[in-house]
């Protein structure tokens, strides 16, 4: 009775270890292709304009390293956020989160196919200037095979391990040091645009391109 109280426990072990990680099955690769290692954590400052708002993306995606399909999830721990909202669509469906919190199974998980790369489609969509912080923790999944109209479909099952895990920073910065024009007491406001590049008015509100009469072009929120 000992014996197979023994054997139990070290079965047990065993299942724990296999689900603990598994850095194997996928890989994080970043905009130019570059394998991010896991545990890395990445900078980010890279604005893109998209019209009505302005984003900063991280740029990620994630490969299917083997010759099956694969069932992957994704944790976040969105640690900091200064303003405005984290996005993450990945890896099937799209959700947008304003407080910091830890979100577990963040979309549900989903099949990446043998050898594809997909973009997790994940950034920080800020309202100011400020940071946001968030750990993405890939998740490998067991896949099983529902049946539809006599075709075989894989669906993710459950959970069986721990994959890559990414920390990344977000910052909106002040590319011009607005906080040292205050000692700059000459410079006046010559024109003034929005986000599209069209000239406005002094009465606009929201995000304003401002050229000085110093020769300075600075970005600021008017309210």
Known sequence: MKRVFISAI?????????????????????????????????ELSEIENMGSYIQIPTGLSVKNTTGTDQAIGIDINLSKIDNGNFSCCFPSSCTDVSKAGEYENYNGPGILEAGETKEILTEWIPQTYGKCTATLQFKVYTIVEQELF???????GEFKAYAQKITVNF???????????????????????????TRVSSDFKGLAIEKLSNGKTIKRIIK
């Open 150 to 156: 006599g075709v075989k479909i894989p669906e993710p």
């Open 171 to 197: 910052e909106y910065k002040d590319p011009a040091g607005i906080n040292d024009l205050s000692s700059d007491n000459n410079a006046k406001v010559v024109s003034r645009y929005n986000a599209n590049g």
């Open 10 to 42: 070290a079965a047990l072990l065993c299942i724990g270890a296999s689900a603990q990680s598994d850095l194997t099955t996928f890989q994080v690769v970043d905009k130019d292709g570059n394998v991010v290692a896991d545990g890395a954590t990445l």
